[in-house]
């Protein structure tokens, strides 16, 4: 989809923003690895005497439909929703930058395949192929963070790939082939500084999107097994229990957001910065 | 094509406008979209909720698990092998074609015949030989004797369907059944009109509507909010929430199901008796039961619910000790054990699930839950490596032979008996119990079979359900025996309130 | 002109029918026994040849290419396979799910784009005033909601708390506004955003200064100089992001039950239904498709600068 888009950024300051994004992204990554210190007691102890029990002292977010301290599990849920998403954005980015850099510098007709197959997956809706391959594999935590990498996998390799390509026609570099140096060698030491710039921006725009995919994948019962603890599970839970027990939904889904808020601030701040024409999401 | 859509479509009209014009149409929630309409195709106890208004079988379950006469209006055994059934006259299919002796024979051949790929074909597997008598008699001749034959006949699965009918009945039903086929909206609600020619009478409501609403809380609001007349099983935890709400009836009913742990008996560790009596200790079932259901569930009294004829009904062999479990681990050598349990995403189950999974750890062991659809979650617990697995069975015919047989039998390996359990001696009590008349003898086969099961453990009966719906008190007349899916409307009323149809 | 569209077409179908193998290979690779699922496991109790037999009948037990192949052209003739559980064509599944989402994105877009062009347009005329901090702000947030949460919200505010809406269910109008309003507030917030940065974009622009100063007044300005000419990177985006969008009517139709495709496709995947699976899939990509090609259509109209190879 090729549209001419006015590419005057207007220069605007790297935003305090981007700083706050990435405090929030920290600050939640850091409590969900020290849960076991900032939790009142095991996200999976549960306490058949003590169900569905409002907000307290004891419990600020109150307990589960099995007794469970709802801070418990949303403290452990960000492994399952936040770092594991963060893992599936890293290996989208990863496997994306290789086969994007093999397909911007490999001959015609292997570039023109691989593109052709990128091209294939980009054209269906990102949640919907990630749920076909959720069909193929079976539901599972790292099963949907597979389907997640695979599918945002095109984003990162269409990226490379253009870095790639500019870069190789540049003088200096097709001088240095030409002086001997071995091509792999000149491509990885040009190349690499201007795609790392971009692949940061559209990683952290990417990892948005995906914290969400994946905490919905689990919501539709398709990801997290229990009891393990995670955002999207416990908002399906709450869900059956909205009558009885409404602020069981408050917390998960405050996770999530301030979680895509992060990624978002953080995002759009360092492609502002850097002025790299990534794609949106 | 089109034509068909339009004559669906003005169908649905005029059964709405008809259903304004004279009477009540009930409203009902299903939890999911059915598969089929075809009762021998659909497995889903919803799926029978809905045929059950479309066609009828030929005998029915009474109070206390009776049986009482549905399209058969006298059955006789001439010899002990011959289970002779007479028609009642004058029934027809809602196409007009006439119900007799052939088209009776032709459903059953049906169900039995493996193209059609029915799961209820078991049910009728015992019949050996069917021979027309006449017009509206006929025999099923079972040798050796199947007692439980009579029983069977009476669940959903053997509706009577038209003769010739194909893949198409799946969508556009035709049966006997108090209710006609209106229309099918698929994924949002299925609709039924009253059938005035029906041979009990013509039904009292108009219409039914099943509508598709498949989270219960969804399920409760509409109730409350007066769009739904009738609700089924009800959690225990919404019950609690409607108690005592104006113009709302809390039903409770003698329920056939019952809630299991499941253990495969040739699993290196689960073949120790010890390990399954262990964990069969480390299980506090009462609190369970009172923690999770109130009083919607009854502790296990033995494999059979208390409404299944000959049920055991006696106080659990293995109470809650969890030093005793501990100890028995430690003879059997299966401390700090890695296990799984299965389940299937139905949801009901999962909190149970996380319950056992809990008890379990607490005595040394390592179990954790493995949940998944149920086409993957059937394949793991019917083969070789099958662990733990928490599930339920509906004894639906109300005779002990239909879940021991099924879910016990050593022929059923491979099939619906995943815990691979193959005892002779309990093959032979089950064959025998089959082949005994009802009476004193009967029961204590019966007696000694799940004496054996309790003893053996190859599953652990966790608790009895008990039945729930809910409806608003302008219904009355409804009848629901044993299961939710047993669901009888013909005699089914809803006073007015201020007039108008009874749903939005 | 029609060159360049006949052009993507052709390229967006050659992907299509790719995509069509890839994950018919996908699914086939990991399907486990295909005649259990066909006709269920007590299949695997019959006699070894009539499980043969039954097998050769339904074609399964032709290698996987050729398999891949007559799928492929039975996409091409129209026929996407029979649903394994109900025994339907895929076709007429689908038609009868589709206008149920249809009607979801219909009733969405009006209010994503009014609420996305209008929030937009007035922070980028309020910038940098307390009003902008505010409402930009609120898009941020609103970005990041997921829409998952944003239903569950509503129902307890509309449905439970208030009882003015139901909270589920497939329906006329009343059960639809929930769920549009959803996917609405869903899709507006990118929306805004985007406005607000082209037309922020296009009021810097000289001759718009230029404009300012020769006196007329911020919404002679706005109008006349800004949304016409920030229309086109806020319809790109718009147009990538419809993609995403059909992803989140997935979740708003799981929250409220509305019997769409995305639910179907849910359904589909609790009982293995690799035929119905697909079609969902063909369906995204070939809505993608012709949405982008429509999107492409309009600038070809509207904006006379722009031209294609």
């Not at chain 1, 570039?111 to 069909?135: E, F, Q, S, T």
């Not at chain 2, 790929?117 to 008699?137: C, E, K, P, Q």
């Amino acid at each position: 989809m090729t549209a001419p888009i006015s590419a005057r950024r207007r220069g605007r300051r790297l935003h305090p923003s981007g700083a706050t994004g990435a405090a929030l992204l920290v600050a939640l990554l850091l409590a969900s690895l020290l849960a076991p210190w900032l939790a009142p007691r095991a996200p999976t102890e549960i306490d058949l005497q003590r169900r569905l029990a409002p907000p307290s002292a004891a419990e600020p977010l109150g307990t589960d439909e099995l007794g469970r301290s709802t801070l418990a599990r949303v403290l452990y849920g960000g492994r399952a929703s936040l770092l594991v998403a963060v893992a599936a954005v890293l290996a989208a980015a990863l496997g994306g930058a290789t086969l994007g850099a093999l397909a911007g510098a490999a001959p015609g007709r292997l570039d023109a395949a691989l593109m052709r197959l990128v091209d294939a997956l980009l054209i269906c809706p990102p949640l919907l192929l990630a749920l076909a391959i959720i069909g193929a594999l079976g539901p599972g935590l790292w099963h949907a963070a597979i389907a997640l990498a695979l599918v945002e996998l095109p984003v990162f390799a269409r990226l490379t790939r253009s870095v790639v390509i500019v870069t190789r026609d540049l003088p200096f570099v097709e001088a240095a082939v030409a002086s001997g140096a071995g091509r792999a060698r000149v491509l990885a030491r040009h190349v690499l500084p201007a795609a790392v710039g971009a692949l940061t921006v559209q990683a952290s725009l990417t990892a948005g999107f995906v914290v969400t995919a994946l905490a919905g994948i689990s919501f539709l019962g398709l990801g997290v097994q229990p009891p393990t603890p995670d955002w999207g599970d416990m908002l399906a839970r709450a869900r059956t229990h909205l009558l009885t027990a409404p602020w069981l939904m408050l917390a998960p889904g405050a996770a999530v957001t301030a979680a895509v808020l992060g990624c978002n601030l953080l995002g759009d701040a360092l492609r502002d910065a850097l002025g790299s024409p990534a794609a949106r999401g | 094509m089109a034509f068909r859509r339009c004559v669906a479509v003005a169908t649905w009209l005029v059964a709405t406008l008809t259903s304004l014009a004279l009477g009540q149409v009930l409203v009902t929630a299903l939890p999911l979209n059915p598969t089929s309409l075809d009762p021998h195709r659909a497995i889903e106890g919803y799926s029978f909720m809905v045929t059950n208004q479309l066609y009828d079988t030929l005998l029915r379950l009474g109070e206390g698990g009776a049986i009482e006469p549905g399209l058969a209006q006298a059955w006789s055994r001439p010899e002990p092998t011959v289970l002779r059934l007479e028609l009642r006259q004058g029934v027809r299919f809602h196409d007009g074609r006439p119900l007799d002796a052939e088209a009776v024979a032709a459903s059953l051949r049906r169900l039995a015949d493996p193209a059609t790929g029915s799961r209820g074909a078991f049910l009728v597997a015992a019949i050996d030989d069917i021979v027309i008598v006449d017009d509206l008699t006929l025999d099923l001749i079972s040798d050796p004797p199947f007692v439980p034959l009579l029983a069977n006949l009476t669940f959903p699965a053997t509706a009577i369907v038209p003769p010739g009918a194909g893949p198409e009945l799946a969508r556009a039903p035709i049966g006997t059944g108090p209710f006609r086929f209106g229309a099918w909206r698929d994924g949002d609600a299925v609709e039924l009109v009253a059938d005035p020619d029906y041979w009990g009478g013509p039904p009292p409501l108009a219409g039914v509507r099943f509508r598709v609403i498949p989270e219960r809380a969804a399920q409760l609001i509409a109730f409350r909010a007066g769009d739904l007349q009738l609700i089924h099983d009800v959690p225990p935890d919404a019950f609690l929430a409607l108690e005592g709400a104006p113009g709302i009836e809390l039903v409770r009913y003698p329920s056939d199901r019952t809630s299991y742990l499941e253990f495969n008996v040739q699993h290196p560790i689960l073949r120790d008796a010890r390990v399954r009596r262990a964990m069969a200790h480390a299980i506090d079932a009462p609190l369970l039961v009172a923690a999770l259901f109130r009083d919607l569930a009854l502790p296990p009294g033995g494999p059979l619910a208390p409404l299944v004829r000959y049920a055991l009904n006696e106080p659990d062999p293995y109470p809650y000790d969890p030093e005793r479990a501990r100890a028995l681990l430690r003879e059997a050598g299966a401390e700090g054990a890695r296990l799984h349990i299965d389940l299937a995403t139905d949801g009901d189950l999962d909190d149970v699930a996380q319950v056992l999974q809990a008890a379990l750890n607490a005595v040394g062991l390592r179990v954790e839950l493995r949940v998944n659809e149920f086409p993957a979650f059937f394949e793991l617990t019917t083969s070789e490596g099958a662990e733990l697995s928490v599930g339920f069975w509906g004894s639906d015919t109300l005779d002990p032979d239909f879940m021991l047989s099924i879910a016990l039998h050593s022929r059923e390996i491979g099939g619906n008996n995943g815990s691979r359990y193959a005892e002779a001696e309990f093959d032979a009590l089950l064959e025998l119990g089959a082949a005994t008349e009802d009476g004193a003898e009967r029961a204590a086969v019966y007696r000694a079979a799940q004496l054996r099961v309790m003893a053996d453990l190859p599953m652990l009966p966790l608790y009895h359900h008990v039945g729930t719906y809910a409806k608003r008190a302008e219904l009355t007349g409804e009848r629901v025996v044993a299961s939710s899916f047993q669901l009888d409307l013909r005699a089914a009323r809803l006073a007015s309130t201020e007039g108008g149809a009874g749903g939005r | 002109m029609l060159a360049y569209l006949l052009g993507r077409l052709a390229a967006g179908a050659v992907a299509i029918a790719l995509l069509t193998v890839v994950v018919h290979a996908l699914l086939a690779a990991t399907a486990g026994d295909p005649l259990v699922a066909l006709l269920g496991p007590t299949v695997r109790q019959l006699p070894l040849e009539q499980q043969a037999r039954l097998r050769a009948e339904a074609g399964l037990d032709r290698p996987w290419a050729r398999q891949a192949a007559d799928h492929l052209a039975g996409v091409l003739r129209g026929d996407l396979g029979t649903s394994r559980r109900s025994g339907r064509p895929v076709t007429a599944e689908l038609r009868d799910r589709l206008p149920a989402t249809a009607a979801l994105a219909l009733a969405a877009l009006p209010l994503a784009l009014a609420l996305g062009l209008a929030v937009g347009t007035a922070t980028a005329a309020a910038a940098r005033s307390w009003l902008d901090t505010l409402l930009s702000g609120l898009l941020l947030v609103g970005t990041a909601v997921p829409a998952y949460w944003t239903g569950l919200l509503l129902v307890l505010a509309f449905s439970l708390t208030l009882g003015w809406l139901p909270s589920s269910g497939g329906g006329g109008a009343r059960h639809l506004l929930l769920p549009a309003l959803t996917l609405g507030l869903a899709a507006a917030a990118p929306l805004a955003r985007i406005t607000r940065s082209s037309l922020l974009d296009a009021l810097a622009e000289p001759h718009v200064v230029a404009a300012r100063a020769r006196g007329l007044s911020g919404a002679q300005v706005l109008w006349r100089h800004g949304l016409r000419n920030a229309w086109v990177p806020i319809l790109t985006v718009a147009g990538l992001d419809l993609g995403r969008m059909l992803g989140g009517a997935v979740f708003v139709e799981a929250v409220f039950a509305w019997p769409g495709v995305g639910l179907l496709m849910v359904d589909a995947i609790a009982a293995r239904d690799a035929p119905l699976v697909q079609g969902v899939v063909l369906v995204g990509a070939a809505t993608v498709l012709a949405l982008s090609l429509i999107v492409d259509l309009a600038y070809l109209r509207l904006d006379p600068r722009v031209r294609y190879r």
